[in-house]
């Protein structure tokens, strides 16, 4: 089985930062694109940022020079590290990979389970 794992998570004031950590675990043959998506209660689940293999990242407009993707290969971590946090970004954080399991002749897309991050104004 392929897991991904996440941490970092809490509450914060407005203008603090977080760093987010997600690691991808099992049977992995290869890692493509990771990435950071955020879902509001009420609200649909939203890409944050992504970044491919070999670190090209995208970042949604809305934290476009406060939030940083980030990943190291060689762990199967990528990482999200949330400065000038605001209450708006208050969210369950979900991370994404898309991963060759061992056993697949295909990438597929894999989900961690989230991990809560609010902010107090």
């Known amino acids: 089985q392929v897991q991904l794992v996440e941490s970092g998570g809490g509450l914060v004031q407005a203008g603090g930062s977080l760093r987010l950590s997600c690691t991808a675990s099992?049977?992995?043959?290869?890692?493509?694109?990771m990435g950071w998506y955020r879902q509001a209660p009420g609200k649909q689940r939203d890409l944050v940022a992504t970044?491919?293999?070999?670190?090209?990242?995208n970042y949604a407009d809305s934290v476009k020079g406060r939030f940083t993707i980030s990943r190291d290969n060689a762990k199967n971590t990528v990482y999200l590290q949330m400065n000038s946090l605001k209450p708006e970004d208050t969210a369950v954080y979900y991370c994404?990979?898309?991963?060759?399991?061992?056993?697949?002749?295909?990438?597929?897309?894999?989900w961690g389970q989230g991990t809560q991050v609010t902010v107090s104004s």
């Open positions: 994404n990979a898309l991963i060759r399991a061992r056993w697949a002749d295909s990438e597929y897309d894999y």
């Open positions: 099992g049977n992995i043959l290869s890692i493509n694109a």
């Open positions: 970044i491919t293999s070999g670190g090209r990242t």
